[in-house]
């Protein structure tokens, strides 16, 4: 038994992968508070518990993401591009060679060569329009649940332009097309067009199949629109916004 265990502690959320060989037992999240590395250790006793494992039965523990150094427990760390890529590449089967992670606070664009190599990156700027983030901001004032936003913009009827490049102004352009009367299935649909306009200018000219991952790959309407802009198949990766620990638990040594 080869028991691994890789940790993301992202700018959100904290996810954990349990693996065992290469295939996962268990994975779990939980938001990012202060206190991380408790946070960390009490989501990991959690994956324990639920496997049944012992914490002398684990050969490895990595830590990734922005707290990576929070977590002193781990037995080594690594940067999230490289976490990122070894889980997007393994996930895709080996074929994926453009991958978009669209995070909480930050979108970026790995490139990969033949062999899972990060060979260029690329990360947006500190604004959250195109983020995770971006989209708990939207659901706060559509006073709708994000996992909604899929359905609702399905039911869209009449395109709308969302023209602010900055969170802060596409709020108030948001809360002024409510109060013109547009409907909240409208008004999604042109935040998820928006976000994927600002993240197609990111990626810039691509002809292979672009993998996402990240929290707010979850969302498909946002895929839909990524492929519209991208003039190319977007690929949702299993668990997305759990990849990057994946990565992490691959990596992991006895």
């Known amino acids: 038994m080869n028991v691994r265990i890789g940790l993301d502690l992202g700018s959100t959320a904290i996810k954990a992968v349990i693996l065992e060989d290469d295939r996962t037992l268990w994975r779990g999240l939980r938001s990012t508070t202060p206190g991380q590395e408790a946070v960390a250790s009490s989501l990991i006793g959690e994956g324990l518990k639920e496997t049944g494992l012992r914490k002398d039965q684990v050969s490895g523990v990595v830590s990734t993401g922005y707290g990576k150094k929070l977590f002193t427990a781990a037995g080594g760390s690594v940067d999230e591009i490289t976490a990122n890529a070894v889980g997007a590449f393994k996930l895709s089967g080996g074929k994926a060679?453009?991958?978009?992670?669209?995070?909480?606070?930050?979108?970026?664009?790995?490139?990969?060569?033949?062999?899972?190599?990060?060979?260029?990156?690329?990360?947006n700027d500190k604004c959250a329009a195109g983020t995770g983030r971006f989209l708990e901001l939207a659901a706060r004032i559509l006073d709708s649940l994000i996992s909604d936003f899929d359905d609702m913009a399905a039911r869209s009827t009449e395109e709308v332009e969302l023209n602010s490049t900055c969170a802060v102004f596409a709020e108030s352009e948001i809360v002024s097309l409510l109060a013109r009367g547009v409907k909240r299935e409208d008004v999604i649909k042109a935040l998820y067009v928006s976000i994927a306009r600002r993240v197609a200018a990111l990626v810039g000219q691509v002809s292979d199949v672009v993998y996402l991952d990240g929290g707010a790959a979850v969302n498909r309407g946002l895929a839909s629109a990524l492929e519209d802009?991208?003039?190319?198949?977007?690929?949702?990766?299993?668990?997305?916004?759990?990849?990057?620990?994946?990565?992490?638990?691959?990596?992991?040594?006895g």
């Not at 060679?97 to 990360?123: P, T, Y």
């Not at 299993?238 to 992490?248: K, L, N, R």
């Open 97 to 123: 060679r453009v991958v978009i992670n669209i995070g909480g606070q930050d979108v970026k664009i790995l490139r990969l060569d033949e062999r899972g190599g990060v060979v260029d990156f690329k990360m």
């Open 229 to 253: 802009e991208l003039f190319t198949d977007a690929r949702v990766l299993d668990a997305p916004q759990f990849t990057v620990a994946y990565g992490a638990a691959l990596l992991a040594r």
